[in-house]
């Protein structure tokens, strides 16, 4: 017993001289994540003030590529749902950010020329270069992202839209679904296919909070 209650009392001492991780990164991390689903799940006001938090947290530090991170990430999140135009946060921190954020900014905004792809998370390198099928990026976010920016850059086909819309479907993120479907139906429309316009439709109803 007097062995373990030594053994006890130095596994405890190891962990006391452990640094704590700092209050603001995990409080960040959490509110960004929170920030992220209640977005993508169409609850506008949860959202804006998880992102205040997180926001406020990065900026504690005093650290501009922090805080633009955040920003980005925000971005990222309107882009997966093809909010245009909702990224001014990012713009005034742009000269202090690296040059990996600057560039994940234009890829997000479809500024893609003589965009350094390297430069870019590895799942969206590809789709950058033109190389990569928008099926084969693993992560579902990550996957509506890439989506986000193809359609700002204006690359995006057929079968992207079909793809994203579904992968918005499986997760169950309403916000984005239901822009993804509003673009299918566009197309439908301007294709004159009127039975395929109804199915959309249906399903822009039947996702539609009431």
């Known amino acids: ?13 190891g962990c006391a001289s452990k640094p704590a991780e700092p209050s603001w990164r995990t409080n960040a991390a959490d509110s960004l994540k929170n920030f ?12 804006a003030n998880d992102f205040a938090r997180a926001r406020s947290e990065m900026a504690s530090t005093g650290r501009f590529d922090l805080v633009a991170h955040a920003e980005l990430v925000r971005c990222a999140v309107y882009t997966a749902s093809v909010v245009v135009g909702e990224c001014e946060g990012f713009a005034p921190l742009a000269a202090d950010a690296t040059p990996v954020e600057r560039a994940y ?6 500024r893609w020329q003589g965009l350094d792809a ?8 590809a789709i950058a270069r033109g190389a990569g099928s928008l099926a084969a990026v693993a992560d579902p976010l990550s996957r509506l992202v890439a989506a986000g920016a193809m359609l700002q850059a204006g690359r995006i ?6 793809t994203a819309t579904e992968t918005a479907s499986a997760q169950g993120w309403r916000r984005p679904l239901l822009t993804w479907l509003g673009i299918a139906a566009q197309r439908a429309r301007a294709a004159g296919d009127t039975a395929e ?3 959309i439709e249906r399903r822009i109803a039947l996702a539609t909070p009431h």
């Open 105 to 110: 900014a234009a890829y997000l905004a479809g």
């Open 157 to 162: 086909a057929p079968a992207d839209i079909a």
């Open 197 to 199: 316009l109804a199915r």
């Open 118 to 125: 390297a430069l870019l998370p590895e799942q969206h390198q």
């Open 36 to 47: 992220t689903d209640e977005y993508l799940k169409g609850n506008s006001a949860i959202a």
């Open 1 to 13: 017993m007097k062995t373990i209650l030594i053994c006890a009392a130095l596994v405890l001492a």
